[in-house]
């Protein structure tokens, strides 16, 4: 008698996704533009409801719901249900860096670059959770200037701080350690859309913009990314760190 071979059941949940297939399907969520809408929202770093989305993204709450419902399959939202009311935002950081990335690219290459943002928006804006725009840019330099920053020593994007950065960060209100012990990178540099230039991202930034926002320096609009730069923020930025350009 001959034995039948054997057949095996495999589980095509422990097969892996090829990383091309899975760069295209998230591609693939974020290209529908009623969605592209809803992630560009949500860059501001505030939750919405899906009514809220549905009107951002001009479609029928019915179709938002399957809007969301991609998103959050693709890993671009999350969702939390708070009572009767479930709140969606950014999945993290990364897609927002990522978002962040392809405003730079579908901005095209320019031999001589000039910004097309609105003013408002280009002065400082939120970037998920860490600032952007030309007072994140002019921070982001100026750190260097002051020996505050320095380029960490794996020689990637990353940052670390001097001895000099720690004190003069702790003066600003900036608490490095407990910064540090967050579980996410700690600081790198993320290309800003409308200046064409690096700000800071990753936990150090957020804590930067925490301090900015504590110290009055700036306020954000109610119904955009944009941040106010205050009265008080111009003159602590001129006399803490020598920021001119913003007096």
């Given at each position: 008698m001959i034995a039948s071979p054997a057949h095996f059941v495999y589980d095509e949940s422990v097969i892996a996704e090829a990383p091309d297939a899975t760069v295209s399907r998230v591609a693939a969520a974020i290209a529908e533009p009623a969605r592209t809408r809803m992630l560009y929202c949500l860059m501001d770093g505030h939750a919405r409801t899906s009514t809220e989305l549905a009107i951002v993204a001009e479609v029928s709450p019915s179709t938002a719901s399957v809007h969301l419902a991609c998103l959050k399959e693709r890993r671009l939202v999350k969702v939390l249900t708070q009572g009767k009311y479930r709140y969606y935002s950014l999945e993290g950081p990364r897609v927002a860096a990522a978002l962040e990335a392809?405003?730079?690219?579908?901005?095209?290459?320019?031999?001589?670059?000039?910004?097309?943002?609105?003013?408002?928006?280009?002065?400082?804006?939120?970037?998920?959770?860490?600032?952007?725009?030309?007072?994140?840019?002019?921070?982001?330099?100026?750190?260097?200037?002051?020996?505050?920053?320095?380029?960490?020593?794996?020689?990637?994007?990353?940052?670390?701080?001097?001895?000099?950065?720690?004190?003069?960060?702790?003066?600003?209100?900036?608490?490095?350690?407990?910064?540090?012990?967050?579980?996410?990178?700690?600081?790198f540099a993320c290309?800003?859309?409308?200046?064409?230039?690096?700000?800071?991202?990753?936990?150090?930034?957020?804590?930067?913009?925490?301090?900015?926002?504590?110290?009055?320096?700036?306020?954000?609009?109610?119904?955009?990314?944009?941040?106010?730069?205050?009265?008080?923020?111009?003159?602590?930025?001129?006399?803490?760190?020598?920021?001119?350009?913003f007096s």
């Open positions: 392809l405003t730079v690219v579908a901005g095209g290459a320019r031999d001589n670059f000039e910004p097309s943002t609105p003013n408002r928006l280009r002065a400082a804006r939120t970037c998920y959770d860490h600032m952007a725009g030309a007072l994140a840019v002019a921070l982001h330099q100026r750190f260097f200037e002051l020996d505050w920053l320095t380029a960490d020593a794996a020689g990637s994007d990353g940052y670390d701080v001097t001895s000099a950065g720690a004190r003069g960060f702790a003066r600003l209100g900036v608490n490095i350690e407990a910064t540090r012990a967050l579980r996410r990178r700690f600081a290309l800003d859309w409308s200046e064409r230039r690096a700000h800071i991202a990753g936990a150090f930034g957020a804590a930067l913009l925490d301090v900015a926002l504590r110290r009055k320096w700036v306020v954000k609009d109610l119904d955009s990314r944009a941040l106010g730069v205050t009265s008080a923020g111009r003159r602590e930025l001129r006399t803490q760190l020598g920021l001119a350009e």
